[in-house]
């Protein structure tokens, strides 16, 4: 049972445009929604997070858009460049399940030059 | 600063042989966890670590074995190997803080034969 849904699993987009990915949570348990970026080759790393008591958090270019009531958050990435190609995982979780982040199906985002 | 540290990071084996990786962690970090991802699939955890001694079972725990003696090491085991279980795994760690960075090993990519 995925409890976290992510889309598009693939995303392509012109140098300078806006990327856009989305994730729908079940569990309202979930306080906390962390996005991460992974290189080839590489582990996840942590790009940017939020906690559902705001409704938009904004880090450089980076930006996550909270809506409780619908139970969606999404990934906004302004003026996208090619070294942003990578592969973005939404996740969720909650204190009291031992803090541990079920993760959506994760987002191949290419930038084209 | 290593951080999380998998050996080995590749790995051939044949079907019924059993295996172990290893994850060491330079952090201090209290919390420890196990994922396995395959495409399509996101990340999913197959066994966690609140502290030195202590594991408990994720989404996908079929097939595994965990252990953590000390606090720096999780041990992931396969005790028989089937292709089912061919995959990219990462170790994680983390401090006690519930919205927490996780921090990833670069991931050990093993085949089952």
């Known amino acids: 049972q995925q409890q976290v849904k992510q889309s598009p699993q693939s995303l392509i987009v012109q140098k300078g445009g806006i990327s856009i990915i989305n994730c729908a949570y079940e569990n309202t348990a979930f306080d906390y929604f962390p996005w991460y970026q992974q290189f080839p080759g590489k582990g996840p790393a942590l790009l940017i997070a939020?906690?559902?008591?705001?409704s938009e958090k904004k880090e450089g270019r980076f930006t996550i858009s909270f809506n409780k009531s619908a139970k969606q958050f999404s990934l906004h990435i302004m003026d996208s460049q090619p070294g942003d190609s990578a592969t973005y995982f939404c996740a969720a979780s909650f204190e009291t399940s031992g803090s541990r982040l079920t993760f959506g199906e994760g987002t191949q985002l290419t930038v084209n030059p | 600063n290593a951080g999380v540290t998998q050996t080995p990071k590749f790995r051939v084996l044949k079907t019924g042989q059993s295996m172990t990786l290893l994850c060491a962690q330079d952090m201090n970090h209290e919390y420890m966890y196990w994922y396995r991802q395959d495409p399509g699939m996101g990340l999913r955890l197959i066994h966690y670590?609140?502290?030195?001694?202590?594991?408990a079972k994720g989404e996908v725990p079929d097939g595994y074995n965990v252990s953590r003696l000390k606090k720096q090491n999780f041990l992931l085991g396969l005790e028989s190997a089937a292709p089912s279980q061919t995959s990219v795994y990462f170790c994680?760690?983390?401090?006690?803080?519930?919205?927490?960075?996780?921090?990833f090993g670069e991931g050990s990519r093993l085949t089952v034969l």
């Open positions: 939020i906690r559902p008591d705001v």
């Open positions: 994680a760690s983390r401090g006690r803080v519930h919205t927490g960075e996780l921090f």
């Open positions: 670590s609140v502290g030195e001694g202590t594991t």
